[in-house]
């Protein structure tokens, strides 16, 4: 579902923030995506959802290269950066039926989604007002819902569970099994570990822009903990 190989981003300065990376992401996967501050899960999650450039290697999503193809692999793709930027001069419904323009997806399908994620997170009484009036979790929650309408074969979510309360964050967590279990794929950073080592059935670690550790989550973190193998990797 999402393959990448060699990518190579390099900031103006010549700063290496993400250094020949590959990995893999199959259909089915929840894959946690971990490491420090800087370390550069930022940048390889912008470079894969179209948002950043990068110098080398390549990134396909759903066999279709981001670097040659870069519509055809967004429409496949969903993404929820850490801090959601968006319309604060539309109302909540007026930006979902703009996202629902966007994907194209039929008039007689997007009220059913519509009303089914934002009574999910909750938010079904806000989507008449303005967004500049909503908190940094209801426009979180009010993105969730966009992103989810139009059934991505992958979801890419940037420190998806900060600002949530927890009856969302387990909102969050059924969907993210319920799009896997329909075929799609989960990419998500977190630096919430527990979270990482319950719901991800594979990792990896990347430290200075390079991945350190991947694979399995059983058997990276061992008889050990996530967090305590986290620590051994990254302070080596």
Do not use: W
Request: net charge negative; proline share 3%; aromatic share 8%.
């Amino acid at each position: 579902m999402l393959e990448i190989n060699g990518l190579t981003k390099t900031y103006k300065g010549g700063k290496k923030a993400v250094d020949n990376i590959s990995l893999h992401v199959d259909s089915g996967d929840i894959f946690g995506f971990i490491g420090h501050n800087g370390a550069g899960k930022s940048t390889t999650i912008r470079c894969i959802v179209g948002v950043l450039g990068f110098d080398e290697g390549d990134i396909f999503v759903d066999g279709v290269s981001v670097r040659d193809n870069p519509l055809e692999a967004k429409k496949r793709i969903a993404y929820i950066p850490d801090n959601p930027d968006i319309y604060d001069y539309l109302t909540g419904i007026q930006y979902l039926t703009f996202i629902a323009d966007i994907f194209d997806i039929p008039k007689s399908a997007r009220g059913e989604r519509i009303d089914r994620y934002a009574k999910a997170f909750e938010i079904e009484g806000d989507l008449g007002r303005l967004i500049s009036s909503y908190s940094h979790g209801m426009k979180q929650k009010l993105c969730l819902t966009g992103a989810l309408m139009h059934e991505p074969k992958l979801l890419v979510l940037d420190e998806p569970f900060v600002g949530l309360d927890p009856k969302s964050a387990h909102t969050l967590k059924e969907f993210m099994r319920e799009t896997c279990s329909n075929g799609g794929a989960i990419f998500f950073s977190t630096h919430v570990l527990p979270v990482a080592e319950t719901l991800c059935n594979r990792i990896a670690v990347i430290k200075s822009g390079r991945i350190i550790a991947q694979g399995d989550t059983a058997k990276i973190k061992g008889d050990s903990s996530l967090e305590n193998v986290f620590l051994e990797l990254t302070e080596q």
